[in-house]
């Protein structure tokens, strides 16, 4: 299972930290990834990383402010994000997996709202 949480409402340059707690399985022993669902369009792969540690991300517009990191030992992932923009304002998923989910069982997800 995934629980996202620490969304909210959040000024254009501001910064947020997303978490994802898991339960289920160890996240030491898998990828992780994390996903953006912008209003009225379908969920996308954002940023993933390795259970050794090694990350991607998968669009330009984020490289550079978003990361993914995860503390084993709390079975938590997380999403830091940095000088937020209006059209970062979407819901965020995280997922077991790097290119695709590995799991069909998604959480209720966070939302973020970058507005003034």
């Known amino acids: 299972q995934f629980v996202e949480s620490g969304g909210g409402l959040v000024q254009p340059g501001g910064s947020l930290t997303l978490s994802c707690e898991v339960s289920?399985?160890?996240?030491?022993?898998?990828?992780m990834s994390w996903y953006q669902q912008v209003p009225g369009k379908e969920r996308e792969l954002i940023v993933a990383?390795?259970?050794?540690?090694?990350?991607?991300t998968f669009r330009d517009s984020i490289t550079g402010r978003f990361w993914i990191s995860r503390d084993n030992a709390k079975n938590t992932a997380y999403l830091q994000i940095r000088n937020l923009k209006p059209e970062d304002t979407a819901v965020y998923y995280c997922m077991r997996g790097y290119y695709r989910p590995e799991s069909t069982s998604w959480g209720k997800g966070t939302l973020v709202t970058v507005s003034s």
């Open positions: 990383e390795t259970k050794s540690g090694s990350s991607s």
């Open positions: 289920g399985f160890a996240l030491s022993e898998v990828s």
